[in-house]
């Protein structure tokens, strides 16, 4: 017989998922450890493995005084972990109308009783989610959150026994936060110079010789990585002692501290696009090898260096179009953080084991970074009155460390506060090395979950792979032993450190000269879409045009832009958050006219604005195009 009532519930859960709803309906299972029994006021309780999962005075109770707290807004992410009957997950429907619930229960045979005997209202709500794979809650909560979501998570009091799968579903939670916010905040900042630091490159770019060149040509040798945390600073002198026992990769912000101990790396290792060359003011350049992506800052492209090797990363805005130009096919990626860039590196050149130092990916006691590093100044500290963890800077210190970029105090408190405002808003925890929860970023919470599956995924393609995690206190990154350095460095030999001073740019003149004239011609198109809505603006603002005559026309142009866009060849940024405009848009009240109209002067701006940059890639694609001529 058909059971009608989980046939509803089901058909809410596929409405958002519908593999999650067939294994639903098709998980079996012979024996149940899941019953149904009453309270003594009549109410229904559930029992799982004969213990009851609501209170046995009154679960409706339990859930109103769990719920009575909660509050409503268009910012809150509340997470219910345990399904049970369902008391709590229909209350909080009720008071939660304008956020979104996550329901989060790890048990099917819970699922498919409850699911199967009672119709949950909460399920009916278009802000509720049900879940029972972590996988799918991160994505979730990737999906429905922002820098604005507060996130929080509520459960019945059984569910304390489940206190660590609990605290690992909130750790999970701030982690997809933390990467969304990382995602959207790349794209919004950096989109646009990383597309032009591309083109102003490009000269340089394809001169250079690929990190791909160097494959296997330390097979069986030992490579350190020197990161930017606490753990650095301390074992700097084993470092010291030891440089000639392995190959060092220094990553930008390490590279000067390193020089002046004493030490030499062999690769400096560089991938963001903006206010680093101060970084380099004191090393002398031209003594080192580079691997750097084609969009770091061009002064950093143009430094002297003994040779510079391309990483050029897959799916990163410019970089399809760049990898084409240099018939590239590897599978290399960048993924925001500049040791994953070095430890692909590693990999790619054959070490059978690979260090990390300074990896602590977390707040060691008050420091956030190694001493003489980057922004080393910054502290973590735990606020007794407000009871949680702050990050603090040191004025006096801060300022000294940004001297070197020629920018004025005023400017630089401005920066201060805005870096400390941030990271405040990003504070997460993290298990360390020795199982304590430490406080960290909610970017490094992602980078963490970043190398656990690189390790998963470098140790199938390689078995014999030792990766060890040298920074010790710092966070735990599964994959990686935890090793202090000098045991790590134990039984050694010396190492050949190779020269790589003749390996040279293999390149396809012709193809390159016609892909930027191809790219010159497209940009061109770009323009003059972007020429059109600007007339149009115009002609509104003129009385020639009405706003619903501009947004047809824009309806027009939107397939050109969108196949412009789809070519991974072009800045289209402006455009974003445009494109996502709905075409049936409505103007009831002049509220709705004034929303048009702010979306019409914005598209207007974004045209505007690229039409400026436009006449830089012109140039910058013209300067590549006649070096390569010459």
């Not at 639903?24 to 004969?50: C, D, P, R």
């Not at 790396?265 to 090393?283: C, K, T, Y």
């Not at 910054?378 to 920018?407: M, Q, S, V, W």
């Not at 941030?422 to 504070?427: A, D, M, P």
Request: proline letters at 2%; glycine letters at 4%.
């Amino acid at each position: 017989m058909e059971n009608k009532v989980l046939q509803d519930n089901i058909e809410q859960i596929a409405k958002y998922d519908k593999e999650f709803a067939n294994e639903i309906l098709m998980f079996e299972n012979e024996k149940s450890n899941v019953e149904l029994a009453q309270n003594e006021n009549g109410e229904y309780n559930l029992l799982f493995n004969s213990a009851p999962l609501h209170s046995t005075t009154s679960a409706i109770l339990e859930a109103q005084q769990i719920a009575s707290h909660f509050e409503d807004n268009k910012n809150t992410v509340k997470i219910i972990y345990g399904l049970g009957l369902g008391y709590l997950a229909d209350i909080t429907s009720q008071k939660i109308k304008q956020g979104k619930i996550i329901i989060y229960e790890p048990n099917f045979e819970i699922i498919k009783f409850v699911l199967s005997i009672a119709k949950i209202d909460a399920l009916f709500q278009n802000n509720v989610i049900l879940c029972s794979n972590k996988n799918a809650f991160y994505d979730y909560i990737k999906k429905n959150t922002n820098e604005d979501s507060i996130l929080s998570i509520s459960f019945l009091n059984s569910y304390k026994i489940y206190l660590n799968d609990i605290k690992e579903i909130l750790y999970l939670a701030q982690k997809a936060q933390g990467e969304n916010i990382g995602n959207i905040n790349t794209f919004l900042n950096r989109a646009a110079r990383t597309f032009m630091f591309s083109l102003e490159n490009l000269k340089n770019t394809i001169q250079n010789p690929n990190i791909s060149d160097l494959a296997n040509i330390y097979k069986g040798k030992t490579a350190l990585i020197a990161c930017a945390g606490p753990s650095l600073k301390e074992n700097i002198e084993i470092i010291k002692k030891n440089q000639d026992k392995f190959i060092i990769f220094a990553l930008n912000p390490t590279a000067k501290l390193l020089i002046e101990n004493g030490i030499n790396p062999d690769f400096i290792v560089i991938i963001e696009n903006l206010g680093n060359i101060h970084q380099f003011s004191s090393i002398d350049t031209k003594k080192y090898y580079f691997i750097q992506e084609g969009f770091v800052e061009p002064k950093i492209s143009n430094l002297e260096t003994r040779k510079t090797f391309n990483y050029i990363s897959k799916d990163n805005f410019l970089n399809n179009w760049i990898r084409e130009c240099l018939n590239l096919n590897d599978d290399i990626k960048s993924l925001g953080t500049v040791s994953y860039t070095a430890l692909i590196s590693a990999c790619i050149m054959g070490f059978d084991k690979i260090i990390l130092i300074g990896q602590n990916l977390a707040y060691d006691g008050a420091k956030c970074y190694s001493t003489d590093c980057h922004f080393g100044e910054i502290e973590c500290i735990y606020d007794e009155k407000e009871k949680k963890y702050k990050i603090i800077a040191k004025e006096e210190e801060f300022l000294k460390a940004l001297k070197e970029r020629d920018i004025s105090d005023e400017h630089t408190k401005n920066i201060m506060k805005k870096y400390v405002d941030e990271l405040n808003k990003n504070i997460c925890t993290v298990k360390s090395q020795d199982g304590k929860d430490i406080p960290t970023k909610n970017d490094y919470a992602i980078f963490i979950n970043i190398f656990e599956q690189t390790a998963n995924n470098l140790k199938n393609q390689k078995p014999n792979l030792k990766l060890i995690n040298s920074s010790n206190r710092g966070a735990q990154i599964n994959g990686f032993e935890n090793i202090s350095l000098d045991k790590a460095i134990k039984g050694l030999e010396k190492v050949e450190k190779l020269n790589l001073d003749n390996y040279q740019a293999n390149i396809n003149k012709e193809l390159i000269v016609q892909k930027i004239r191809n790219l010159i011609r497209k940009n061109h198109l770009f323009h003059l879409e972007m020429c059109k809505i600007s007339e149009n603006e115009k002609k509104v603002n003129e009385g020639v045009m009405t706003i619903e005559e501009f947004f047809e026309e824009f309806y027009n142009i939107v397939p050109k832009i969108t196949e412009l866009k789809e070519q991974h060849q072009f800045d289209y940024l402006e455009l974003f958050y445009l494109l996502q405009l709905k075409k049936d848009y409505k103007l009831k009240t002049m509220e709705d006219i004034k929303k048009t109209e702010e979306n019409m002067k914005n598209l207007a701006k974004s045209a505007r604005l690229f039409n400026s940059r436009a006449v830089a890639y012109y140039k910058h694609l013209r300067n590549c195009e006649s070096f390569i001529l010459e």
